[in-house]
C-alpha cells in the first residue's frame, strides 16, 4: 500500500459504483517493517474474511547491473512485507480457525520460471511461490479451514513496468504481444477464490488462465510415516 494519488481515485469509483461501501485506505510503506506490523494493527478491529497481499515492485537488469538499495526495497516489499503479514504471528495465526477465511499471496508466472533481466525479481516470485504452496498445504495437513492460494499473473496493464524500468510512459499494445487487462487478472482472482485449488496461474505460452493444485512437492508428516 502506498499513499499515491491511484489509491484515492479508485476509492472515488468504487463508491460511485457503490455508495454504501465503505472503502477504507491505510497509506503504509511496506518496506519499512515497523509500518507493516502497525498497518495490520490497524485491522484488528475488522473481520477480514479475504486478506489479498497484492504489492510489489520488479527490478528489470541483469544481476551485476541492479541498484543494490533497489533490490534491497524489492525484496522487502516483495518476501520480507509479504511473509509477515502472511504467517503465523499475523493472519495465519488470527484466521486459521475461521471457516471460510482466505489469504490470497500475489505471486507471478515468474515465481515458476525464470527469464533475463528478471534473476532476483524472479527469485523473489519462487520465494512468494513456495511459501505459500507450503503454508496452505500445512495449513490442509492440520485441518485448518483457513484456505491459503496463490495468483500468479503474467503481463498486466498497471503501472508495474513503469516502475521496474524507471519510466515516465508505457503502452502494453505497443509494446507488449499478449497481456491481461487489471480487469480481467480481477476476474481471474475471484475465479481462484470461487474454486477448490491452491494455485490460479496464467500460462506464459498461450496466456490462458489455469486454476491447478500446488506445483513444489511437499512431503507432510502423515506421508512420511
Same mark, same amino acid.
Given at each position: 500500500?502506498?499513499? !499515491?494519488?491511484?489509491?484515492?481515485?479508485?476509492?472515488?469509483?468504487?463508491?460511485?459504483?457503490?455508495?454504501?461501501?465503505?472503502?477504507?485506505?491505510?497509506?503504509?510503506?511496506?518496506?519499512?517493517?515497523?509500518?507493516?506490523? #502497525?498497518?495490520?494493527?490497524?485491522?484488528?478491529?475488522?473481520?477480514?474474511?479475504?486478506?489479498?497481499?497484492?504489492?510489489?515492485?520488479?527490478?528489470?537488469? !541483469?544481476?551485476?547491473?541492479?541498484?543494490?538499495?533497489? !533490490?534491497?526495497?524489492?525484496?522487502?516489499?516483495?518476501?520480507?512485507?509479504?511473509? !509477515?503479514?502472511?504467517?503465523?504471528?499475523?493472519?495465519?495465526?488470527?484466521?486459521?480457525?475461521?471457516?471460510?477465511?482466505?489469504?490470497?499471496?500475489?505471486?507471478?508466472?515468474?515465481?515458476?520460471?525464470?527469464?533475463?533481466?528478471?534473476?532476483?525479481?524472479?527469485?523473489?516470485?519462487?520465494?512468494?511461490?513456495?511459501?505459500?504452496?507450503?503454508? #496452505?498445504?500445512?495449513?490442509?495437513?492440520?485441518?485448518?479451514?483457513?484456505?491459503?492460494?496463490?495468483?500468479?499473473?503474467?503481463?498486466?496493464?498497471?503501472?508495474?513496468?513503469?516502475?521496474?524500468?524507471?519510466?515516465?510512459?508505457?503502452?502494453?499494445?505497443?509494446?507488449?504481444?499478449?497481456?491481461?487487462? #487489471?480487469?480481467?487478472?480481477?476476474?481471474?482472482?475471484?475465479?481462484?477464490?470461487?474454486?477448490?485449488?491452491?494455485?490460479?496461474?496464467?500460462?506464459?505460452?498461450?496466456?490462458?488462465?489455469?486454476?491447478?493444485?500446488?506445483?513444489?512437492?511437499?512431503?507432510?508428516?502423515?506421508?512420511?510415516?
Amino acid at each position: 500500500m502506498f499513499n !499515491t494519488g491511484t489509491n484515492f481515485n479508485l476509492k472515488d469509483k468504487i463508491q460511485s459504483m457503490n455508495a454504501d461501501l465503505d472503502v477504507i485506505l491505510r497509506p503504509t510503506d511496506l518496506s519499512a517493517s515497523e509500518q507493516v506490523y #502497525a498497518l495490520y494493527e490497524s485491522l484488528k478491529e475488522y473481520d477480514i474474511e479475504i486478506f489479498v497481499n497484492n504489492v510489489g515492485f520488479g527490478n528489470s537488469a !541483469t544481476v551485476a547491473e541492479q541498484d543494490v538499495q533497489q !533490490t534491497e526495497k524489492m525484496l522487502r516489499i516483495n518476501v520480507e512485507a509479504l511473509i !509477515t503479514l502472511s504467517t503465523s504471528t499475523l493472519y495465519a495465526h488470527d484466521y486459521a480457525d475461521k471457516e471460510g477465511a482466505q489469504l490470497i499471496n500475489l505471486s507471478s508466472d515468474l515465481g515458476y520460471r525464470i527469464v533475463p533481466n528478471a534473476v532476483t525479481y524472479a527469485a523473489s516470485k519462487f520465494y512468494v511461490s513456495t511459501f505459500t504452496e507450503g503454508l #496452505a498445504q500445512e495449513l490442509q495437513d492440520k485441518g485448518s479451514p483457513l484456505k491459503v492460494k496463490i495468483l500468479a499473473p503474467s503481463m498486466t496493464e498497471t503501472e508495474f513496468v513503469k516502475t521496474a524500468r524507471e519510466i515516465d510512459e508505457f503502452r502494453y499494445s505497443d509494446n507488449v504481444q499478449k497481456f491481461h487487462t #487489471a480487469k480481467e487478472m480481477a476476474q481471474f482472482m475471484l475465479e481462484l477464490y470461487d474454486s477448490e485449488q491452491v494455485l490460479g496461474k496464467v500460462n506464459s505460452e498461450s496466456y490462458e488462465f489455469e486454476l491447478m493444485g500446488p506445483v513444489y512437492q511437499y512431503t507432510s508428516r502423515k506421508k512420511a510415516d
